[in-house]
């Protein structure tokens, strides 16, 4: 692993949004690599209701067409400059078909299960911007028994990007807890 080959004994693992479900996947998969873990606005599984799923799957296809993905996200993203020019610039670079299949790749996603066996010390951050992804955050919390979970006030997916301030100190001050041995990670969900 690149980890052992650079030397690194110690490291902690962190995503937001779908790099958070790429981190659920590997602190899973491999717990024995990661010391903590940062899960930012994501979320464990996406069975959101019948109704709800099957609409996100007709509504797939269209994550392919830049326009699309523009007029619907952009508007969102005023207060929040950094984050905005993000999205302009990953959408005039979207790869079409790939969009579509990693959306629906995602919306078939279940870390409930692992989530229950890790007890890597695990730190959730959500923006509190949409209720949702709130809710799907608290989920993602009753499925870990060692997490502490912090929502940021006026943020939205990314955090790292609408208040790169606000998650830069949380990431430090999580990360200085887990390396001097003292993260409170106590999950009263047990």
């Known amino acids: 692993m690149i980890l052992e080959k650079e030397g ?32 930012c606005d994501t979320f464990c599984a996406t069975d959101l209701s019948p109704m709800m799923n099957k609409l996100a799957q007709l509504t797939a296809p269209l994550v392919k067409y830049s326009w ?18 993000y999205f ?14 990693q959306r629906r790749a995602i919306e078939a996603i279940d870390y409930r299960a692992a989530l ?22 608290k989920i993602t919390k009753e499925h870990l028994s ?14 790292n990007l609408c208040q790169p301030a606000k998650f830069n100190a949380l990431v430090e001050d999580f990360a200085k807890q ?9 999950n009263p969900v047990d």
């Open 68 to 85: 699309f993905m523009k007029l619907s996200t952009l508007p969102i993203y005023k207060r929040w400059p950094l984050a905005r020019s």
């Open 146 to 159: 060692h997490a502490q979970d912090v929502v940021i006030s006026d943020s939205f997916d990314p955090s």
């Open 8 to 39: 690194i004994r110690q490291s902690i693992i962190g995503g937001t949004s779908y790099g958070g479900i790429l981190t659920m996947h590997l602190m899973t998969q491999n717990p024995k690599i990661f010391k903590g873990a940062i899960l």
């Open 178 to 186: 887990v390396f001097e041995g003292s993260a409170d990670t106590s």
């Open 116 to 137: 229950e066996e890790c007890k890597i010390p695990t730190l959730l951050l959500v923006g509190d911007f949409s209720g949702k992804l709130v809710q799907m955050m």
């Open 88 to 101: 302009v610039d990953l959408f005039d670079r979207i790869r079409p078909d790939e969009s579509v299949l």
